[in-house]
């Protein structure tokens, strides 16, 4: 066995790189992965997961460490771990050398989605998952214990299947040794999952009719409405953001508004490829502004707000998308009277079902329970985009058809239980079947509600947690459950069958993976019980869990609640001790100390329960200071410090919230130990060490390709190293310093560095302050908004002062609590005819304007009075052009500006045909 004290390989050395683009890569896999069993927000990725647990659980090996790299990067892939793998088996191997022989014994004490204890699991780990959220258990239990039990061949001797299910009527199948590749609980939850179809669909079907030609509805697409507020007009204004039914390259298909004035009222017709007249992403509401299309009145956002409140918005069937089976494709056609008629049956029907079955469960099987409707914290919006509308319990996100068929697949799942059991099923088998069945109720839910919308480039259902929140939607798709189409009942259990497939093979003890229901900040585990602790907590402010899985909760309550008394006793999901920032706390300061005291006694948790020659894995991201301060502080006190950091990308680039925000694009795996002793040390003497220490590591994320807001978060990991691992810091006049002090000092090194590398030079003699922080900015943020704070931060950094720079002459902007920084196109009418240019960017920026107006004689002039030298003006529009991405209007400029540039230094004067090759390079 390793040594206590011998470093592990995620200490030393880590393949960055490789990992890093698996994990991105790994946001495209759909059919096993986890991530479409259930939704789960801000799940990790599957390959960091699994490299970065390998990587701490072997040992450093000098002689060998290429050798083990090598063995990470072979497991990153998430084809490597598709079955049986020699290179996996090797590292089970190593592992259990690596301890004495045994499985080590690894924590989630924030287990989430599953995604690290799966991979624990998957390396032969004792794991234990533990969550405070009932959904996050529930899912764990799916992916961690379920199939490691049930999911093996041989594992089950009977499995109880509906009568007729591959055999005569009434038999039962058992899964004799002979079929070796079945799994019991796959085949078990296939057929249970097709016998709650059929009985669904003989209730339901009736209120989906395909049309006379046999096409069968795949989705309705209805559009809410509200009265014209103009007291002539009147007319009923269908609420529509866009009117595309279907945008691809090859296939366009519209709805056109036609207005009725005599009916006030908006009738429309569908049109196809040359005939689509108009444009169709002109719609009649815009962030709660309507305008109609009749009158050309419009509504003002408060407005319709209130007429919402008052109850006097509606909704209107408008299309239908229907697919023929033996046919590719879809195709659309107008609502008609007949289905209007379906929709009409389908309401009067729910409230018989309704009555009946809360009479039999005890409670409303429509959710009742109220959504909470503040937004969390300044970061996070929660289900606060609802408040207004006229929506305050979670049954309101349903029409009344999707009620009904939602409540109809909930009674079915119920009764597919008590099927099993007279079917001679074992009680805990049955459950394990029947909490699948539920899943596969919620995921029905998400592609179900008026939250979903229709989205053209794909023509498919887009679910409703399109983002970490629920925004307001104005015309949504209604999907037929029933269907062969996208987001119906039978789409479901396919993905749910291939993630349980794929959970059922991840190690070789069915005992070793198990999940407890309780509080990070309270573990029910003796102290130095873990080998390893690894975790993802979190993230401050970014995601408000309970808030947003309440969605499901109310459904798995109705669906498996009695299974799982314990998980289902409250309510809603417990919230008085999550740890997130929340401003149910007593408000956002109140719901920001909240956080700080549950992270920091969670870390303490961790350092009670790890070993003393333990390792810990924390995974965090945020893109600001004010987040990261507050989780290292937390990590020292309690006792923790870090050996390692890894900034490993997570996210794909392109992702809802990343354009017009300073997203980041990696999470950094923080590698921790238990603080041994007391040292104090001093200031002077840590800080040469965080800047070489940093220095080290930044070089070498800088060749593995780490850029932008990731690599000032980054150094962050090395800083702390060498700050964490004395008890204190001290100044020279005995004041402790401060993690605040220490992050600023940071970005002062980080800032220095990327700019010499940005510039390509060893000294950044030339450049003046403005332009270094405008090229930082660009590094860092592109055309991104800041919260003020970060902004004054990267200023100071470089030496400027921000108010200086937005007077209206400056190339800063400040709104509200956010700073941006303006593009040469942005700086407004009279800055071309300035004379005076105090810094760099200004001369840049007017540079740009002339070449593109073509002034050569203006350009000359401008830059030949210039007192900054040439070459620096120019290392400066092509550090600005390396930054930006491809595709960048501002960069196209710069690329311009340059092209035409003429090197003086080979001799040519202004006089000698002038700097530019031509007016327009």
């Known amino acids: 066995m390793a040594k206590p004290d011998a470093p592990r390989l995620i200490e030393v050395d880590f393949p960055l790189r490789e990992v890093s683009e698996h994990s991105v890569r790994e946001k495209n896999i759909r059919h096993g992965h986890i991530s479409t069993l259930h939704i789960w927000w801000a799940r990790r990725p599957l390959a960091a997961s699994r490299a970065t647990a390998l990587a701490a659980l072997l040992p450093d090996d000098p002689r060998h460490r290429e050798e083990l790299l090598g063995l990470v990067k072979s497991l990153a892939p998430w084809k490597a771990v598709q079955g049986e793998n020699p290179a996996l088996e090797k590292a089970r191997r190593l592992i259990l050398e690596a301890h004495g022989g045994r499985p080590p014994r690894v924590l989630d004490p924030f287990a989430g989605g599953g995604a690290i204890p799966l991979e624990a699991l998957r390396l032969g780990c004792e794991t234990y998952a533990v969550d405070y959220n009932p959904v996050a258990v529930l899912l764990n239990k799916a992916v961690l214990e379920y199939p490691q039990k049930f999911g093996r061949p041989g594992s089950v001797s009977f499995i109880p299947l509906p009568p007729g299910w591959g055999k005569e009527e009434g038999q039962q199948a058992i899964l004799s040794t002979s079929q070796e590749e079945k799994s019991p609980l ?7 999952g097709e016998w709650v179809l059929e009985e669904a669909r003989r209730e339901l079907e009736r209120f989906y009719p395909k049309d006379e030609d046999g096409s069968i509805p795949v989705g309705y697409i209805w559009a809410r409405t509200l009265p014209c507020q103009n007291p002539a007009c009147g007319t009923e204004i269908p609420l529509m953001r866009q009117t595309w039914l279907a945008k691809k390259a090859n296939r366009r298909v519209a709805l056109k508004m036609i207005p009725n004035p005599e009916a006030k009222r908006v009738d429309f017709a569908i049109v196809e490829g040359g005939a689509i007249d108009f444009d169709p992403e002109e719609g009649t509401v815009s962030r709660a502004n309507v305008r109609c299309p009749l009158c050309g009145g419009t509504i003002n956002d408060s407005t319709t707000r209130r007429l919402f409140r008052e109850g006097k918005a509606g909704e209107r069937m408008v299309a239908v998308v229907l697919h023929k089976p033996g046919t590719t494709g879809k195709r659309y056609r107008l609502a008609t009277e007949r289905d209007l008629e379906a929709f009409r049956a389908a309401r009067e029907a729910l409230e018989t079902k309704r009555q009946e079955l809360w009479a039999e469960w005890g409670m409303d099987p429509v959710p009742d329970e109220p959504m909470s409707l503040e ?8 289900l606060s985009a609802l408040k207004g509308y006229n929506m305050y319990s979670f049954g309101d996100l349903f029409n009344p058809r999707q009620k009904l068929a939602l409540i109809t697949f909930a009674e079915k799942v ?3 239980y008590g099927r099993m059991l007279e079917e001679g099923g074992e009680p805990e088998f049955a459950k394990a079947v029947g909490t699948y069945l539920a899943i596969a109720v919620d995921r029905l839910a998400d592609y179900d509600s008026e939250i979903c919308v229709w989205h053209t480039p794909k023509e498919l259902v887009a679910h409703t947690f399109g983002r970490q929140a629920l925004p307001m939607v104005w015309d949504y798709i209604e999907i037929n459950p029933l269907s062969e189409s996208t987001g119906n009942w039978r789409d479901s259990m396919d993905y749910l069958l291939r993630v349980m497939q794929h959970c059922s093979y991840s190690a070789g003890d069915p005992s070793i993976g198990r999940v407890q229901h309780a509080s990070a900040t309270s573990l029910p585990f003796p102290d130095a019980h873990f080998d390893a602790v690894f975790t993802d907590p979190p993230y401050y402010d970014n995601v408000p869990y309970s808030d947003l899985s309440d969605f499901f909760y109310v459904w798995l309550k109705r669906t498996v609640g009695d299974l799982y008394p314990d998980l289902f006793a409250t309510p809603l999901t417990p919230k008085s001790a999550e740890a997130v920032w929340h401003k149910r706390f007593g408000g956002y300061e109140e719901g920001k100390a909240h956080f700080e005291r549950q992270i ?3 870390f303490c948790e961790i350092h009670r329960v790890l070993k003393d020659d333990g390792i810990a894995v924390i995974v965090f991201a945020h893109k600001t200071t004010e987040a990261w301060e507050a989780i ?16 490993i990308h997570t996210e ?6 990343a354009q017009e925000t300073a997203s980041l694009a990696s999470s950094i795996y923080m590698v921790c130990r238990k603080r041994t002793t007391d040292e104090v040390g ?7 060490e965080i800047e070489e220490r940093v220095r080290e590591r930044l070089a070498q994320f800088w060749d593995e390709g780490i850029r932008g807001a990731d690599f000032f978060m980054s150094a962050i990991g090395p800083a702390v190293e060498a700050f964490g691992k004395y008890a204190r810091v001290e100044k020279l006049s005995g004041e402790e310093v401060t993690v605040g002090e220490l992050l600023e000092y940071v970005r002062k090194v980080v800032g220095e560095f990327a700019l010499k590398r940005i510039l390509e030079e060893g000294e950044l003699g030339g450049v003046d302050l403005p332009a270094r922080f405008y090229v930082l900015w660009r590094f860092a943020y592109n055309h991104a908004r800041v919260k003020f704070d970060e902004a004054r931060k990267l200023a100071q950094s470089v030496g400027i002062e921000l108010s200086e720079y937005w007077d209206g002459r400056g190339f800063l902007q400040r709104q509200g609590g956010l700073v941006w920084v303006l593009g040469p196109k942005e700086r407004g009418r009279g800055f071309l005819e300035r004379e005076r240019h105090e810094n760099m960017v200004d001369v840049l920026h007017k540079a740009v304007l002339l070449w593109e107006k073509g002034d050569r004689r203006g350009l000359e002039k401008l830059l030949s009075g210039s007192p900054f030298p040439q070459g620096a003006l120019r290392k400066v529009a092509q550090a600005v052009v390396d930054v930006l991405p491809d595709g960048d209007k501002e960069k196209q400029l710069l690329q311009g500006l340059l092209y035409g540039w003429r090197d003086t230094t080979s001799g040519r004067s202004p006089g000698q045909g002038g700097l530019f090759e031509s007016e327009q390079g």
Do not use: C
């Not at 937004?375 to 929660?382: D, I, K, L, T």
């Open 652 to 657: 794909m680039g392109a992702r809802l919230n």
């Open 682 to 688: 001093l200031y002077p003497e840590v800080q040469r």
């Open 632 to 647: 290292i502080q937390a990590l020292l006190k309690a006792g923790l410090y870090m050996t390692a950091s890894w900034p």
């Open 186 to 192: 796959v085949e078990a939850v296939r057929a249970w």
């Open 414 to 416: 119920r009764r597919a």
């Open 375 to 382: 937004r969390p914290s300044p970061n996070a919006r929660g």
């Open 600 to 602: 920091t006694q969670a």
